[in-house]
């Protein structure tokens, strides 16, 4: 089955560790993104790439890192830079990044200790 | 910059009662309106896309409509299992990224 793969479903960090979280998908799309949701507040775009080693910060990248080697793969990683990293993590992905709807992963939903 | 409102934010409707949920958005054109249902715990799961004011789009009790200013979604005679929280972003003309509403959820009781 075709689809968008997240993991760990729950992760748990130490203040000043860093964490990577992993998105995977097999639907062969091009643009994939990383947004973070908090209670009561809309998705936010943390990370976004349209082509393999190629990405752009999106409204709040600052304390978050991710990497684009594979057009199947966008981890991201939570640097001890980041204030307030507890949260609910969503990628999604689409076949280019205009005119098409993003689907989304199940998420990741990390604790910061 | 793009800003979406999503009213209410609660919706608590009886088994049958039917209701509609609306989003406001103000963009520098568009280029899609997108609306999601999410689960507790889940990601967004994909329920429409609308890209002119006037089109109309349904799916089982859902109906989804769009005007030049906000798009409203209808749930006729709902059912417990539509019980969710809905999402609504914006895509604005050569931007790649969506902006996102806080969403309303629904609670339907049986």
């Known amino acids: ?113 | 910059e793009d800003q979406v409102t999503q009213s209410p934010e609660a919706l608590r409707l009886q088994e049958g009662e039917s209701s509609s949920l609306n989003c406001s958005y103000t963009v520098s054109g568009l280029r899609g309106l997108f609306w999601y249902r999410q689960d507790p715990g889940k990601g967004p799961e994909f329920l429409f896309t609308l890209y002119s004011a006037g089109e109309e789009k349904e799916k089982e009790r859902l109906k989804a409509t769009l005007t030049k200013k906000e798009s409203f979604l209808h749930i006729t005679a709902p059912k417990p299992e539509d019980s969710a929280t809905y999402l609504c972003a914006v895509q604005a003309p050569n931007d790649y990224k969506l902006s996102f509403g806080a969403g309303t959820t629904v609670t339907v009781r049986a």
């Not at chain 1, 130490?14 to 947004?35: F, I, P, R």
């Not at chain 1, 684009?68 to 993590?89: D, G, H, I």
């Open chain 1, 1 to 113: 089955d075709g689809g968008i793969t997240q993991s760990p479903k729950y992760l748990f960090r130490k203040e000043g560790q860093n964490v990577t979280l992993s998105c995977e998908q097999n639907l062969n799309h091009d643009a994939m993104y990383w947004y973070r949701q908090d209670p009561g507040q809309g998705l936010r775009l943390i990370y976004y790439s349209q082509i393999v080693n190629d990405f752009q910060k999106g409204d709040i990248a600052e304390g978050y890192s991710v990497s684009r080697e594979k057009k199947e793969s966008f981890p991201l990683t939570v640097t001890s830079a980041q204030k307030n990293p507890t949260a609910f993590y969503l990628c999604a992905s689409t076949l280019t990044g205009l005119n098409n709807e993003q689907f989304f992963g199940p998420g990741t939903r990390l604790t910061v200790l």
